[in-house]
């Protein structure tokens, strides 16, 4: 769904129906001058998830701690790409954790 754009907001280029719901601290888009946006502004419009960082962020398995914080929704590790994923299935996965 993140791939897709928001679903929330249609003002915004990034909108799309089929899109993921934004939710303030949770689920936003990436702004001009967000730490996210890459260096050529090239991630500006992508959609950013809260999450645990995943198993990038962990080099030493007895001293580090990959967190939580802002990434892109497409390196969510969480959400394989392997899952076929019906909006209505996602919106309920995702409304279980409280996000929605």
Known sequence: ??????????SKTNYNVAGIPLKEG??????????LAGNSNENIGKIKV????????IHDANTDEAGVGWILAQNWWYLPTTIICNTSICRLCFW????F
């Open 26 to 35: 949770y689920i936003e888009t990436i702004e001009d001058g967000d730490p």
């Open 1 to 10: 769904m993140a791939e897709l754009g928001q679903s929330s907001d249609p």
């Open 96 to 99: 279980t954790l409280n996000l």
């Open 50 to 57: 809260y999450a645990w960082k995943g198993h990038d962020y």
